[in-house]
T-cell receptor
Framework: DAGITQSPRHKVTETGTPVTLRCHQT?????MYWYRQDPGHGLRLIHYSYGVKDTDKGEVSDGYSVSRSKTEDFLLTLESATSSQTSVYFCAISERQGNGYTFGSGTRLTVV | SQKIEQNSEALNIQEGKTATLTCNYTNYSPAYLQWYRQDPGRGPVFLLLIRENEKEKRKERLKVTFDTTLKQSLFHITASQPADSATYLC???????????FGKGTKLSVKP
């Protein structure tokens, strides 16, 4: 997707290990979001950022932390991965609240 | 709590017909509502935004309505084509944290 990239695209990790997912944007947008998408649940907000070093929790934030040290990068860390965190993770950006979101291509994470 | 219902998990229609997807929301009054398209293995793509003071919005073969009395949005695709087959997500906003809240989606299949 233009202007936003997620890495890695796929990852398999073991239970109990820390994992960091990266979202990088070239659009200079203020807002960045991390969602997870699971069958039967749709997209659920994990954390979001409204500026450098400004972050807040979403509805499913337990077990996750984020950091945003630069406008272009938003990192999602699973402190100690569990099987319930097996999911597809999407990063999204928006210029201002109320604007449409641009989503990345997603990271498929499997915790074994 | 805020609740979004897209009342069909799947919708099958014949090519050339009009597809109508429904999004209902409860327990809040969104200022706007967005619609997204998601293809398998990809992130959602923003299609249209309609604000609470707008009854209808059009973009090419797409039409969205927003009825704040019924708490409902309808999404129409006229002259549907097999290439329109995808999952469509509605997302009213802002949620309690200023973000979008996504419905679980309706999977549309357009048969030739």
């Amino acid at each position: 997707d233009a202007g936003i990239t997620q890495s890695p695209r796929h990852k398999v990790t073991e239970t109990g290990t820390p994992v960091t997912l990266r979202c990088h944007q070239t659009e200079n947008h203020r807002y960045m979001y991390w969602y997870r998408q699971d069958p039967g649940h749709g997209l659920r907000l994990i954390h979001y950022s409204y500026g450098v070093k400004d972050t807040d929790k979403g509805e499913v934030s337990d077990g996750y932390s984020v950091s945003r040290s630069k406008t272009e990068d938003f990192l999602l860390t699973l402190e100690s991965a569990t099987s319930s965190q097996t999911s597809v993770y999407f990063c999204a950006i928006s210029e201002r609240q109320g604007n449409g979101y641009t989503f990345g291509s997603g990271t498929r994470l499997t915790v074994v | 709590s805020q609740k979004i219902e897209q009342n069909s998990e799947a919708l099958n229609i014949q090519e050339g017909k009009t597809a109508t997807l429904t999004c209902n929301y409860t327990n809040y009054s969104p200022a706007y509502l967005q619609w997204y398209r998601q293809d398998p293995g990809r992130g959602p793509v923003f299609l249209l935004l309609i604000r609470e003071n707008e009854k209808e919005k059009r973009k090419e073969r797409l039409k969205v309505t927003f009825d704040t009395t019924l708490k409902q949005s309808l999404f129409h695709i006229t002259a549907s084509q097999p290439a329109d087959s995808a999952t469509y997500l509605c997302a009213p906003g802002p949620g309690s944290q200023g973000n979008l809240i996504f419905g679980k989606g309706t999977k549309l299949s357009v048969k030739p």
